[in-house]
């Protein structure tokens, strides 16, 4: 769980908003400008725009000195720090999310969850900073997608992906998913690896076998069923697919998650 160790939004005071911390703070330290103020990072003092945020790594020298009618809200906060490196953060380094109400409505919650208390609040104000950490990590590939000019077809492979998975039972062919990108079969299976880390047909395979799994605690279904409601045609192929997915045919599936009523779903 990440700890909120301490919060403040829209501080405007000029004698509050000079922070000078050679040594950081002891924590993760999450900053949101809304006002022009300088900033100093890896000893290069730049100028930064309302709407800016920066996170400092616990160690790493905090100097921002305001300009004029600047405004700071922060999260000081600890957290494991292989958690923190999976959302492959630029630490240290200022970045513009799109949205900087939305960056800061979450720390106004977190403020009101740290300070009042109320129970669950640390589990309250744990979601509210993982969301954030999450809209900046989103941030911060679609800025690598846009380096690599390849931003619109990324957004066009999420639909198409989008498509096919929340319609798994369909029957997908690689040349109807080729033509929803305009691409030829090899540019299509290279951008999808590229973008996913996993092939069209495992993803296809993966959302399928997910939604047998669910469809197989509901005692209204046979085998037979689901494997037509997740897109399989024979039921060998669903069988053969699901053992190689969860290591159990999907008779020894039912028989792990309810013993009694096997004979009744076969």
Avoid at 91 to 96: E, G, K, T
Avoid at 156 to 168: E, G, P, S, V, Y
Avoid at 242 to 252: I, N, V, Y
Wanted: with cysteine; aromatic share 12%; proline share 5%.
């Amino acid at each position: 769980m990440i700890t909120v160790n301490y919060v403040g939004c829209e501080i405007t005071d000029p004698q509050f908003l000079n922070i000078n911390r050679p040594k950081g703070s002891g924590d993760y330290c999450l900053m949101l400008f809304s006002g022009s103020v300088n900033v100093t990072t890896d000893d290069i003092t730049q100028p930064v725009d309302a709407g800016t945020c920066v996170i400092f790594e616990p160690g790493t020298p905090q100097r921002i000195s305001p300009m004029h009618n600047s405004s700071l809200s922060f999260v000081h906060f600890s957290m494991p720090a292989t958690e923190f490196a999976a959302y492959r953060l630029n630490s240290d380094a200022v970045f513009h999310p799109r949205n900087p109400d939305r960056i800061l409505r979450n720390i106004q919650r977190i403020q009101r969850e740290f300070f009042t208390k109320m129970p669950f609040w640390e589990d309250r104000a744990d979601t509210y900073l993982r969301q954030t950490l999450i809209e900046f990590a989103r941030i911060r590939q679609e800025e690598e997608l846009e380096v690599n000019h390849d931003r619109p077809l990324y957004n066009l492979f999420c639909q198409a992906r989008n498509m096919m998975l929340m319609n798994c039972e369909k029957e997908w062919s690689s040349t109807n998913m080729c033509e929803m990108v305009s691409l030829s079969r090899s540019q299509f299976y290279k951008y999808y690896v590229d973008y996913f880390g996993i092939s069209p047909i495992q993803d296809l395979n993966n959302a399928r076998i997910e939604k047998a799994r669910n469809l197989l605690t509901n005692r209204n279904f046979q085998v037979t069923d689901v494997a037509r409601l997740c897109g399989y045609a024979s039921i060998h192929h669903f069988s053969r697919t699901f053992k190689e997915h969860t290591g159990l045919s999907p008779l020894a599936y039912l028989k792990s998650i309810a013993p009694e009523d096997q004979n009744d779903l076969l």
